[in-house]
């Protein structure tokens, strides 16, 4: 039975219910009082549930997509202006005790290289990273207690926020590792880790058990649960995503937003968070295998509609995407994206001179190039680290980004960390066009108090000064 506020997997992703729904969408596809009604309530930028969401997932009119599309551009700009928060994945080890079959970290793969890093190597690619220009980054690793146990990644995440090289500092560290218990949530709370982030993969449960034979990722509740027992643990901050392409994706799009009702529902909380990743080829990995893939056009679709589903949650394209692809999820809500990223262990010093990666990057380019294109799109790439350095994580968020408020503090703190980038990073070609934006930017400060401010940093940030923020 379905109870948004159970603490059981099975009852809060309910199957009965996401069947219900999807039948309830298909039967008003081409209902157009239903669909506006629905598109009416979007405008107030309170959310929608997810059975209004599916339903606009379902209807394919074209009229209405346009709809769907203006109101996702118009949720974005309101809730967090134009500002793009970079980020990059810094992978730890790649042993893994799981056997997913999306994944070619799996432990059976035997043609893969094993690699878990030492705190000198971590030390060596944060210095890389640093070297980049970010800022912040998504730690990940596989599950394996006895080669990344708890005490590694904690050792790890205080080796990363030591290292300050020459004006580099890494000041926000979001961790993805497995489901674990309340006890390691806490500890890592504690490490003063960002966003804790956990993708359900899928959550539709016989086929989740088919991809996860073996391990303790097999087990599916205590996977779903995961999240729970993170906010038990003190982490305020969660971020949830599908794989697309694992499963009908209707169903795990239903089951996302169930996901994020259930967080609400229970912890006051939504998710901080949501990334919709699509499966990409790797070793070991058929992509055939998988014949749910989703068209460039759905997946469009689907950052849409949870652009204004969700519009207090953060939404997440890595460089699994093509340019074209990112720019076109840009418009119609992504507000964080990664850059230059490696998916090997290492990859950041060794260029991927062994076989280590867990998937093929398709959007290549360096972070200098994907700075001035988000610059040239219009767009402010930000660096900005500060709500949870300023402890607004959790609650505190959410009502900042429910009222609107957040925008006044994301695009001064975007214009400051993207002066720092440029005076520490940028190629004279992105230096220009950067110090053009931000010149054009500012004006656009409407709180005089505020812009004199950013005046003020912008000059100390010239001179030499760093780290500002609101
Ligand atoms: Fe291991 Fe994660 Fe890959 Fe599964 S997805 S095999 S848990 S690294
Ligand atoms: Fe993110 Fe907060 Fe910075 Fe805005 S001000 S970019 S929400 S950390």
Known sequence: MYNSKSMIAEEFIDNEEIL??????????????????ILSKAEEYKGLDYKDAMVLLESDLEDINEKIYSLAK???????????????????????????RYCPYHHSNKHIARKKMTQEEIAKEVIALQDMGHKRLALETGEDPINSPIEYVLESIKTIYGIKHKNGAIRRVNVNIAATTVENYKKLKEAGIGTYILFQETYHKPTYEYLHQKGPKANYSYHTEAMDRAMQGGIDDVGIGVLFGLNLYKYDFVGLLMH???????????????????IRP????????FSNAISDEMFEKIVAILRIAVPYTGIIVS???SMKTRENVL???????????????????????????QFEVN??????????????????????TACYREGRTGDRFMQLVKSG??????????????????????????RKNGEKLIMQEVNNITNDKVKNIVLQHLEDLHSGKRDFRF
Request: aromatic content about 8%; charged content about 25%.
């Open 20 to 37: 219900t729904t999807l039948e309830y969408a298909k039967n008003n596809k081409l209902n157009r009082d239903l669909i506006e009604s």
């Open 74 to 100: 118009k949720v974005k700009e309101k809730f967090y202006g134009r500002r793009i928060v970079m980020f990059a994945p810094l992978y730890l080890s790649n042993y893994c005790v799981n056997e997913c």
């Open 260 to 278: 994020a009702k259930h967080l609400e529902d229970v912890h006051g909380v939504g998710p901080h968070t949501i990334s919709v990743p699509r």
């Open 282 to 289: 790797a070793d070991e990995v058929d992509v055939n295998e």
């Open 319 to 321: 460089t699994r995407e």
């Open 331 to 357: 418009k119609l809500g992504v507000s964080q994206i990664s850059g230059a990223s490696s998916t090997s262990v290492g990859g950041y010093v060794e260029k991927e001179e062994e076989n280590t990666a």
């Open 363 to 384: 959007d290549t380019r360096t972070l200098d190039e994907v700075v001035n294109w988000l610059i040239e799109l219009g767009y402010i790439p930000s660096f900005c």
């Open 405 to 430: 408020q957040i925008a006044n503090v994301c695009q001064p703190n975007a214009l400051m960390t993207l002066k720092e980038y440029l005076e520490d990073y940028a190629s004279e070609y992105t």
